[in-house]
């Protein structure tokens, strides 16, 4: 196959749902010339509240699912993914792979100054402590606070960003994480991206909030740059979407984290 065939062909990107398109929006801000695939589980949705061992199974589909469409790496949008089951993702596909959680705790030991970290992501995320054990990788005596806040997920798929009762859950939540005195904070679940200005509020602007999906945007460009697996091609770049159940609430509620028109929403079946 020709270089310019290889690197026109679509980067992967999969999540349990609609959030990863977070991730969908950095990457277009930051690599417009890229095609990409998307998958969104949406028929098996949430991930973050499930086993890992349930997560590791739904996680062998994605990637037979997006390895279909011959992409050219995977980006996994899904921290619960992410943080329990990214071995699988990397051992089955033979391109180059990255989840969120070190692009997103590199970020945050970049930003920190007193070594205090918060994490806060779903209770599967969490209990993994898979943010926490990169973070004590890359520094050991970096102080982490851990903290799952399963009601942001639907208090996002509802829109609820800029209400009252979202100020109180999140007050609720990260109260015990400012007491901590964090400088940090690792926003690390594809929904919280969209509550930065509710978090930055109770927070009351004295933490640097990390986006993971931002986080591993860049990783990406650095991981094309460094494998020469940009897209040269002068084509107009070409966004697929994929979910499991049917696509309305996804088409609808993805602009919404997309920041613009998804276009066509394909169903697809995956798995048994
Ligand atoms: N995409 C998931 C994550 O980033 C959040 C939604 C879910 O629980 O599936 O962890």
Redesign the pocket.
């Known amino acids: 196959m020709s270089k310019s065939a290889l690197n026109s062909k679509p980067i992967g990107v999969f999540?349990?749902?609609i959030?990863?398109l977070t991730v969908v929006r950095a990457l277009l801000e930051k690599l417009p010339n890229e095609n990409i695939v998307y998958f969104g589980d949406t028929a098996r949705?949430?991930?973050?509240?499930k086993s890992p061992q349930v997560v590791r199974e739904y996680t062998q589909d994605d990637t037979d699912f997006l390895i279909s469409k011959d992409v050219k790496m995977i980006v996994v949008?899904?921290?619960?993914v992410s943080a329990v089951a990214l071995d699988i993702v990397q051992k089955k596909a033979n391109i180059p792979v990255t989840g969120v959680i070190i692009p997103g705790a590199e970020a945050a030991m970049k930003s920190t100054k007193n070594k205090r970290i918060g994490v806060i992501?779903?209770i599967?995320?969490v209990n993994s402590n898979a943010y926490k054990n990169e973070l004590k990788r890359l520094n050991h005596s970096v102080n982490v606070f851990s903290k799952a806040c399963p009601l942001f997920?639907p208090l996002v798929e509802e829109g609820w960003l800029d209400y009252k009762a979202t100020e109180l859950v999140a007050s609720e939540y990260l109260f015990p994480l400012t007491t901590e005195k964090i400088d940090t904070l690792i926003l690390g679940?594809?929904?919280y991206p969209l509550l930065k200005s509710v978090i930055a509020k109770v927070t009351k602007g004295m933490v640097t909030l990390i986006d993971s999906g931002e986080a591993t945007a860049d990783a990406v460009v650095q991981m094309l740059d460094e494998k020469g697996l940009r897209n040269t091609s002068s084509e107009q770049p070409n966004v697929q979407f994929y979910v499991s159940d049917a696509p309305d609430k996804f088409t609808s509620v993805g602009e919404i984290f997309l920041g613009r028109k998804l276009g066509v929403v394909r169903r697809v079946n995956v798995g048994k």
């Not at 949008?77 to 619960?80: E, F, P």
């Open positions: 999540d349990s749902g959030g990863g949705v949430p991930y973050g509240s949008a899904c921290n619960t992501g779903t599967g995320t997920v679940c594809t929904h």
